[in-house]
């Protein structure tokens, strides 16, 4: 891992040769190499399942006569320690068979809409005799940016699909199966899905709400641009360097590929795979190994490990994020973001404006000061003289982000309440598809970033303005802004369990609940806990929700998995918070942290998990 292939290769070849005999490695080890005379497995973490345990663990002592040894070492967590009190339960534990869902009509459905994307493209080049529209700002942004009028690429595609083009259908019928165009009824056109109270098809509403939001987008910061532009030449002189900010960031905005764009408003698959995946550079250092290593992360996880200041060790070496890569001639997407103390909705903004009520309750801010932003896209660098070798361990990771619902109001139908358990409590369950989630970094004390516009120099300790490039070592004389968060939008899957008596319940008992439920959750299913998150928030009636997602930006089925056994979850969740692992006045690694939770873990509190759900579940 971090390895560029070549190295990667490099070290396989000999450790296959024997001129070495230890490997560090992930867990996808073994393509295209001979394990056979691999004696020992060490295992720096407990893997999720018993499958995983044997498939990790068989790899040694494949040769007759062989004698294979694995050791396996528990961290301080819940997962780990549950299964180190017993290991038989992991290493002689029941392996379910394997299950292929063929009938998977989310997966199907985006699958549809790219062949839908893909037949209009080809009709739209051979019409209009173009260039296929590749780039978000030419498909999606209006002509004119005051108006509902359709961008003439998008109103094709309304109008094309208003057709019923039957090579369309031919399509469909010649990927799916029978038993799936019965049940995405290819044949009267029913796959587009219900009618909204707009009478909008569901894959319309989808097109809809991706012209909405991104064209929101354009017009805040042209709207900005007009506005300094109106003031004339003393006005645009005056606030030039807010012009160019602005234009650059536009032009961001609307050279985002389309492509990268569509899978956000489940117009196209994703796969379950990172897509927005970002680059710590160090092809700048001069230094020979910072050609061998390879560091990328997915943006949810390196605007943390990533983050300014944060280090990481790759080839036996350490490399420090020293800022943040600006592209020539376009700007970071920034603005503003106000997380409600009513309801820990985040509503953010962008360009300059900022939002005087929380979009989800309404609540005034008060005089609460909105917090800037910036989304660090194209990925971050590391300091000029990073690739130093490791002293005294392992350095600490980066700051974790905290993870607050940022999308438009989520579903208001609840699920059937099919159990007594949820009848009997009042508690709703709603399952909803991409949904809107930031992941937000604040730094060190919440206490944000000092960042150049100019270089890209970044850091998360108090600066002054001298500072130098990070890429060249030189002076820089850009302005440094100061408090800066890093953020990163993302949609995928999330479940919202609505406790409809807990009005007056104090938002951080709940927070405990809801760390609880995803510990019950992982050990109920056997879900890798780091594949779960969560948050919680107050709808503008004052009930609280609690929100689980998928990590993996798209979804990856576990939320829709909870979501079918929410009352076995609750209970599953009442009974690991009731081992006395820590007093109920706190908690620990064992019961309710984890890293990624670092910001809460001085209000987390296993008493209040346990009380909260002993109402609902009963001493069982």
């Given at each position: 891992?971090n390895?560029?292939?070549?190295d990667?290769?490099?070290?396989q070849?000999?450790?296959?040769n024997?001129?070495?005999n230890?490997l560090?490695?992930?867990?996808?080890f073994?393509?295209?190499?001979d394990?056979?005379e691999?004696?020992?497995?060490?295992?720096r973490?407990m893997?999720?399942?018993t499958?995983?345990?044997?498939?990790?663990?068989?790899?040694?002592g494949?040769?007759?006569?062989?004698?294979a040894?694995?050791?396996?070492?528990?961290q301080?967590?819940?997962?780990?320690?549950?299964?180190?009190?017993?290991?038989?339960?992991?290493i002689?534990g029941?392996?379910?068979?394997?299950?292929l869902?063929t009938?998977?009509?989310k997966i199907?459905?985006r699958?549809?809409?790219?062949?839908?994307?893909?037949?209009?493209?080809?009709?739209w080049?051979?019409?209009t005799d173009?260039?296929w529209p590749n780039?978000?700002?030419?498909f999606?942004?209006?002509?004119?940016?005051?108006?509902d009028?359709?961008?003439p690429?998008?109103?094709?595609?309304?109008?094309?699909?208003?057709?019923?083009?039957?090579?369309?259908?031919?399509a469909?019928?010649?990927v799916?199966?029978?038993?799936?165009?019965r049940?995405?009824?290819?044949?009267?056109?029913?796959?587009?899905?219900?009618w909204?109270?707009?009478?909008?098809?569901?894959?319309?509403?989808?097109?809809?709400?991706?012209?909405?939001?991104l064209?929101?987008?354009?017009?805040?910061?042209?709207?900005?641009?007009e506005?300094?532009?109106?003031?004339?030449?003393?006005?645009?002189s005056?606030?030039?360097?807010?012009?160019?900010?602005?234009?650059?960031?536009l032009?961001?905005l609307e050279?985002?590929?389309?492509?990268?764009?569509?899978?956000?408003?489940?117009?196209?698959?994703k796969?379950?795979?990172?897509?927005?995946?970002?680059q710590?550079?160090?092809?700048?250092?001069?230094?020979?190994?910072?050609d061998?290593?390879?560091?990328t992360?997915d943006?949810?996880?390196?605007i943390g490990?990533?983050?300014?200041?944060?280090?990481?060790?790759?080839?036996?070496?350490?490399?420090?994020?020293?800022?943040?890569?600006?592209?020539?001639g376009r700007?970071?997407?920034?603005?503003?973001y106000?997380?409600c103390?009513?309801?820990?909705?985040?509503?953010l903004?962008?360009?300059?404006a900022?939002?005087?009520l929380?979009?989800n309750?309404g609540?005034?801010?008060?005089?609460?000061?909105?917090?800037?932003?910036?989304?660090?896209?194209?990925?971050?660098?590391?300091?000029?003289?990073?690739g130093k070798?490791?002293v005294?361990?392992r350095?600490p990771?980066?700051?974790a982000s905290?993870?607050?619902?940022s999308g438009?109001?989520?579903s208001?139908?609840?699920r059937?309440?099919n159990d007594?358990l949820?009848?009997?409590h009042?508690?709703?369950?709603?399952?909803?598809r991409?949904?809107q989630?930031?992941a937000?970094?604040?730094g060190?004390?919440a206490?944000?970033?000092?960042?150049?516009?100019?270089?890209?120099?970044?850091?998360?300790?108090?600066?002054?303005?001298?500072?130098?490039?990070?890429?060249?070592n030189?002076?820089?004389?850009?302005r440094?802004?100061?408090r800066?968060?890093?953020?990163h939008?993302?949609v995928?899957?999330?479940?919202?369990?609505?406790?409809?008596?807990?009005?007056?319940?104090?938002?951080?008992?709940?927070?405990s609940?809801?760390y609880?439920?995803?510990e019950?959750?992982?050990?109920l299913?056997?879900?890798e806990?780091?594949?779960?998150?969560?948050?919680?928030y107050?709808?503008?009636?004052?009930?609280?929700?609690?929100v689980?997602?998928d990590v993996?930006?798209?979804?990856a089925?576990?939320?829709?998995q909870?979501?079918?056994?929410?009352?076995?979850v609750?209970?599953a969740a009442?009974?690991?918070?009731a081992?006395e692992?820590?007093?109920?006045?706190?908690?620990?690694?064992?019961?309710?942290?984890?890293?990624?939770n670092?910001y809460?873990?001085?209000?987390?509190?296993?008493g209040d998990a346990?009380e909260?759900?002993?109402?609902?579940v009963?001493?069982e």
């Amino acid at each position: 891992a971090n390895l560029r292939n070549e190295d990667a290769r490099d070290v396989q070849i000999k450790f296959t040769n024997g001129e070495i005999n230890v490997l560090s490695c992930t867990t996808t080890f073994e393509l295209g190499v001979d394990v056979g005379e691999l004696q020992t497995v060490f295992l720096r973490n407990m893997p999720p399942s018993t499958a995983n345990y044997i498939q990790r663990a068989g790899r040694a002592g494949r040769r007759d006569g062989a004698t294979a040894m694995i050791v396996t070492y528990c961290q301080r967590r819940s997962h780990d320690l549950t299964y180190f009190d017993d290991p038989v339960a992991m290493i002689s534990g029941v392996i379910p068979a394997p299950r292929l869902q063929t009938s998977n009509t989310k997966i199907t459905r985006r699958h549809l809409y790219a062949i839908v994307l893909s037949a209009f493209l080809r009709y739209w080049i051979t019409k209009t005799d173009t260039k296929w529209p590749n780039k978000s700002g030419v498909f999606f942004r209006h002509p004119d940016i005051n108006s509902d009028a359709l961008n003439p690429v998008v109103a094709g595609l309304i109008e094309y699909i208003g057709q019923h083009p039957q090579t369309i259908k031919q399509a469909f019928e010649a990927v799916l199966t029978p038993e799936l165009q019965r049940e995405m009824e290819v044949d009267n056109w029913g796959w587009l899905g219900a009618w909204t109270e707009e009478h909008v098809p569901l894959y319309l509403n989808s097109l809809y709400r991706a012209d909405h939001q991104l064209n929101n987008e354009f017009a805040a910061i042209i709207a900005a641009l007009e506005e300094i532009r109106a003031g004339g030449v003393d006005a645009m002189s005056t606030h030039n360097s807010q012009l160019n900010r602005l234009s650059r960031m536009l032009k961001t905005l609307e050279q985002r590929e389309l492509f990268g764009v569509l899978p956000n408003f489940g117009l196209m698959p994703k796969y379950g795979f990172p897509t927005d995946v970002v680059q710590l550079k160090t092809d700048h250092i001069p230094n020979d190994n910072a050609d061998r290593v390879e560091l990328t992360r997915d943006l949810q996880i390196a605007i943390g490990e990533y983050a300014p200041g944060s280090q990481v060790v790759a080839a036996g070496l350490v490399w420090e994020s020293g800022g943040i890569v600006i592209p020539g001639g376009r700007g970071l997407v920034a603005g503003k973001y106000m997380r409600c103390i009513q309801c820990e909705y985040a509503t953010l903004t962008i360009g300059d404006a900022s939002a005087s009520l929380c979009h989800n309750c309404g609540f005034a801010a008060n005089g609460q000061r909105a917090t800037d932003y910036i989304v660090p896209e194209f990925g971050f660098i590391a300091t000029y003289d990073s690739g130093k070798p490791v002293v005294g361990g392992r350095p600490p990771r980066g700051r974790a982000s905290r993870f607050s619902f940022s999308g438009e109001t989520m579903s208001t139908r609840p699920r059937d309440r099919n159990d007594a358990l949820l009848r009997q409590h009042d508690i709703d369950i709603y399952f909803n598809r991409n949904v809107q989630l930031s992941a937000i970094n604040e730094g060190t004390n919440a206490q944000g970033y000092q960042y150049c516009e100019r270089c890209g120099y970044a850091t998360d300790k108090t600066t002054d303005r001298e500072h130098k490039s990070p890429i060249t070592n030189r002076p820089c004389s850009g302005r440094i802004r100061r408090r800066i968060s890093l953020v990163h939008n993302f949609v995928t899957d999330a479940l919202e369990i609505q406790f409809n008596r807990m009005t007056q319940t104090k938002t951080m008992d709940v927070r405990s609940v809801l760390y609880a439920i995803l510990e019950g959750a992982s050990r109920l299913l056997h879900i890798e806990r780091d594949e779960i998150d969560g948050t919680i928030y107050k709808t503008a009636a004052g009930t609280i929700r609690v929100v689980i997602f998928d990590v993996v930006p798209g979804g990856a089925g576990f939320a829709l998995q909870i979501a079918d056994c929410v009352p076995d979850v609750l209970r599953a969740a009442r009974a690991h918070v009731a081992t006395e692992c820590c007093g109920p006045e706190t908690s620990c690694y064992r019961c309710l942290r984890t890293y990624g939770n670092q910001y809460f873990h001085p209000v987390l509190k296993r008493g209040d998990a346990l009380e909260l759900l002993t109402q609902i579940v009963g001493e069982e």
